[in-house]
């Protein structure tokens, strides 16, 4: 059974940095493309960022481009998620996911809250 535990969120002030892990066990981390989805309250779900199996590309749609990077360690099954320069508009809830195919996420971690407010 695949497992996801997120960590790292908090509240942050804009401006700021925040690292979010997400540690993965049950499966063969390095085989899969891993993504970082966010939910703001009252929304519905964004996609943030995905990475390829290796780590050699990586994916970003405009709204977090330039200031957010995701980046894995195969070794540790982690994966990643650097938040530079915080807006008020990340605030949300984070989750990695396990990519099956395009865009398709067989597994959830249970979110880490980010919470960006002076």
């Known amino acids: 059974q695949a497992q996801l535990v997120e960590s790292g969120g908090g509240l942050v002030q804009p401006g700021g940095a925040l690292r979010l892990s997400c540690a993965a066990a049950g499966f063969t981390f390095s085989s899969y493309y891993m993504t970082w989805i966010r939910q703001a309250p009252g929304k519905g779900l964004e996609w943030v960022s995905t990475?390829?199996?290796?780590?050699?590309?990586?994916y970003y749609p405009d709204s977090v481009k330039g200031r957010f990077t995701i980046s894995r360690d195969n070794a540790k099954n982690t994966v990643y998620l650097q938040m530079n320069s915080l807006k008020s508009e990340d605030t949300a809830v984070y989750y990695c996911?396990?990519?099956?195919?395009?865009?398709?996420?067989?597994?959830w971690g249970q979110g880490t809250q980010v919470t960006v407010s002076s």
């Open positions: 996911a396990k990519e099956v195919r395009g865009a398709e996420y067989d597994y």
């Open positions: 990475i390829y199996s290796d780590g050699s590309i990586t």
